[in-house]
């Protein structure tokens, strides 16, 4: 069986610039990978690639073994390729369901299922995008991708600027989510120690490279790595750290 996702010798960036000169990587049915790096390394660029807006010099992305390199954003969308970008773009002038039901697409993540796991947006289903506080349109953004009842999951810096609290319920329910079965995900956050203890895998970037490829636990427990490339301290308990987004 193939891996869900393969991107083999992808390079891309924007205009003439080449942000990932050549970047190989796969994920398996129910992996969940955090994507990890300092400002400016290429973990956006390689999330805009697999969603389709970058421009793309050579390779191939694949998705449950069907090449969906030459795909617009729309037919990767609706082949299996779920979106939560950095800026939510959640429609502000449609209500909570209504941003939904506007996206939805067959299959088992139901808008009455996002409710179950946020049960605050069942609460606001009759208000605007633009009523909702920065958390609440992260809890929309998050479903509505799930109604398109992707096979992968991608999640820009889920929980910025997003209070502690917040967060926490997030990165619960993030948890349930990629524990659900049928997809896989790719999560690039800034708490390195709350992200490890959620995915699976660790990728590091710089440069546009991957420079460390290991189980979220080996990393957890990789105090030298962990200073070096995303300049964090504290072993285990990632005690410190400066922005790793």
């Not at 990890?36 to 969603?51: C, D, F, M, Q």
């Not at 208000?127 to 999951?153: D, H």
């Not at 997030?170 to 524990?179: E, F, M």
């Not at 490829?213 to 990789?222: E, G, H, I, M, Y």
Request: charged content about 20%; glycine content about 12%; hydrophobic content about 40%.
């Amino acid at each position: 069986m193939p891996d869900l996702l393969a991107i083999s010798g992808l390079r891309a960036g924007y205009g003439e610039a080449v942000v990932l000169p050549k970047m190989s990587l796969s994920l398996a049915e129910g992996e969940v990978l955090a994507l990890l790096g300092r400002n400016g390394t290429g973990k956006t660029t390689l999330i805009n690639s697999i969603v389709g807006v970058t421009r793309r010099f050579g390779g191939t992305i694949a998705l449950a073994g069907q090449d969906v390199t030459r795909l617009r954003p729309d037919q990767r969308a609706r082949a299996g390729i779920g979106w939560v970008p950095q800026e939510r773009n959640i429609f502000r002038s449609l209500t909570v369901e209504e941003n939904m039901t506007a996206v939805a697409l067959p299959g088992p993540w139901t808008v009455e299922r996002v409710y179950d796991m946020f049960p605050r947006l069942k609460e606001r289903r009759g208000n605007f995008g633009n009523e909702l506080s920065g958390g609440e349109q992260q809890m929309l953004a998050i479903g509505r991708a799930l109604t398109l009842n992707p096979r992968v999951l991608l999640l820009d810096e889920p929980t910025e600027g997003l209070a502690p609290i917040i967060v926490d319920e997030l990165l619960v329910a993030l948890g349930k989510i990629t524990r659900s079965g049928g997809l896989c995900a790719v999560i690039v956050e800034q708490n390195a120690r709350k992200i490890l203890g959620l995915s699976d895998r660790a990728v590091i970037l710089e440069r546009g490279a991957i420079v460390h490829d290991a189980s979220s636990a080996t990393l957890k427990n990789d105090p030298a790595t962990l200073e070096r490339f995303l300049g964090v301290t504290g072993g285990a308990g990632v005690t410190r750290k400066t922005t790793l987004g």
